[in-house]
């Protein structure tokens, strides 16, 4: 059985960080993207970052780049999201995501066809 589950989520005042870790388990990943999503109240979930899990390239939207950083801790097999600078427009659900597809139009990145969600992790940011 797939799990993620997720942690490192809170709350942080604006210009603070916060590292969110995704523990995958149940099956290899090797050839899959994985990555992160969130969802603000009252807005639709929008696509944050994401890495080729075997290595290569990763994905960044341009809300959050130069601030936040995917990177996979090899020796827990975890996903983890370094969050720098945070912005209150930063506060949101954030989910990870496993075995998507990723595509771009207009500069912006979207997924599809997901095959594994976390239950979520609360980042709240203050002003």
């Known amino acids: 059985q797939v799990q993620l589950v997720e942690s490192g989520g809170g709350l942080v005042q604006a210009g603070g960080s916060l590292r969110l870790s995704c523990a995958a388990s149940?099956?290899?990943?090797?050839?899959?993207?994985m990555g992160w999503l969130r969802q603000a109240p009252g807005k639709e979930r929008e696509f944050v970052a994401a890495l080729a899990w075997g290595g290569g390239s990763s994905y960044y939207a341009e809300s959050v780049k130069g601030r936040f950083t995917i990177f996979r801790d090899n020796t827990q097999n975890t996903l983890c999201l370094q969050m720098n600078s945070l912005k209150p427009e930063d506060t949101a659900v954030y989910y990870c995501?496993?075995?998507?597809?990723?595509?771009?139009?207009?500069?912006?990145?979207?997924?599809?066809?997901?095959?594994?969600w976390g239950q979520g992790t609360q980042v709240t940011v203050s002003s």
């Open positions: 149940g099956r290899s990943f090797d050839n899959k993207i």
């Open positions: 995501a496993a075995d998507f597809t990723i595509y771009s139009r207009d500069d912006y990145y979207y997924t599809r066809e997901t095959r594994y």
